[in-house]
């Protein structure tokens, strides 16, 4: 089965990251979709995470008297690190390979395998890129080792195109 | 040598001037409509989703008590000059004074999993709610999920503004 634009948007981001993180020899960081994949107890996975969600979408009129329009999904990417300098040199990196944009991929699933069909043109990055810290206002010994060291990059994405 | 002559063609540079200061003026109030409604769907997000259900308004929500996020986000106007107009929603020393847990509702949280938490709610017979006299206390299984709502609310905000902007500039 074909993914529809937004499951398509959310893998790419994922693929594009995961692609360099391997060309640029960074080891251990797992990218996942879901915040459930990080805190699940039955399949523990150690820090760095890299979440990426797809969260509200806006559309953008195209046109006067027709119903085309441009879709802009908010993106939001959760770094859950290993430390402080893990963190802050995770969110740098992730943002270096973001900002100029990424190639936008069509996907199928079948039986659980997720298979890329092509690539079917580009993601630009249309706001302001928010990167900040997530301080819970807890002490960080009172936090689960995941919940320690968080950050949260977000910026709004577009196709450029109308559908 | 070279001569330069500059020739004015079209609007004098002052009546320009005075359009954009017009446009100003008029977007100053719809600036501070979008604002309001922010901050209104800014509290809708935060609040709890079961009294989304009910037919209460948030900020008449009686449940909703002073520790609660949603009675916690404010709009200010910080400044209100010819030059500038700069507002704020949900300031965030009141919000970590009186709302702390609004920052693990925003980025979602592991924290309380398996802790004993109070909390003033009916006690059924079965689950993970159990009562004794002084009052009713649950240990959560599941973390706190994340709602994002500052950052869906910052989504409004561009979008809307982006409308503005481009709805002045079709008028002139």
């Known amino acids: 089965m074909a993914f529809r634009a937004s499951r398509n948007i959310e893998q790419s981001i994922m693929e594009w990251i995961r692609d360099n993180l391997e060309d640029d020899s960074w080891s251990g960081v797992t ?3 879901t915040w459930a994949e990080v805190y699940d107890e039955d399949n523990e996975i150690d820090p760095p995470i890299i979440c990426v969600r797809l969260s509200d979408t806006v559309w953008l009129d195209g046109e006067i008297g ?4 441009e879709r802009q999904p908010l993106i939001l990417i959760e770094i859950f690190a290993t430390s402080d300098g893990n963190r802050e040199d995770l969110k740098d990196y992730l943002i270096s390979i973001l900002k100029d944009g990424f190639p936008y991929n069509e996907y199928s699933i079948v039986n659980r ?3 890329k069909i092509q690539q079917n043109g580009y993601l630009t990055i249309t706001s302001r890129i928010t990167d900040k810290v997530e301080d819970l206002n807890i002490p960080k010994s009172n936090l689960a080792v995941k919940d320690r060291y968080k950050h949260l990059i977000s910026f ?8 | 040598m070279f001569r330069v002559e500059i020739i004015q063609k079209g609007k004098p540079f002052g009546k320009w001037i005075a359009e954009i200061q017009q446009i100003a003026i008029e977007s100053k109030q719809e600036v501070k409509d979008i604002a309001v409604q922010a901050t209104q769907k800014m509290k809708e997000m935060a609040s709890d989703r079961t009294r989304e259900k009910r037919d209460h308004s948030i900020d008449t929500n009686p449940k909703a008590s002073k520790e609660s996020i949603e009675q916690n986000i ?13 507002i704020g929603i949900g300031n965030i020393s009141k919000l970590n004074q009186n709302a702390p847990h609004w920052a693990a509702q925003n980025f979602g949280s592991w924290h309380i999993v398996g802790k004993q938490v109070g909390g003033e709610f009916t006690n059924p017979s079965n689950g993970v709610f159990y009562g ?10 599941k973390p706190i999920p994340p709602k ?4 869906r609310t910052m989504l409004f905000i561009t979008n809307e503004l ?9 008028s002139k």
């Open chain 1, 113 to 115: 395998t997720i298979t």
């Open chain 2, 148 to 151: 994002n709502y500052v950052e």
């Open chain 1, 31 to 33: 990218v996942v979709k």
């Open chain 1, 156 to 163: 709004i994405v577009s196709r450029g195109i109308l559908e």
């Open chain 1, 66 to 69: 027709s119903t085309i329009a």
């Open chain 2, 132 to 141: 004794n006299k002084s009052g009713n206390s649950m240990t959560p299984r």
């Open chain 2, 162 to 170: 982006r409308l503005l902007i481009q709805n002045l500039s079709r």
């Open chain 2, 74 to 86: 404010d709009l200010t106007i910080v400044e209100d000059t010819a030059e500038k107009l700069d």
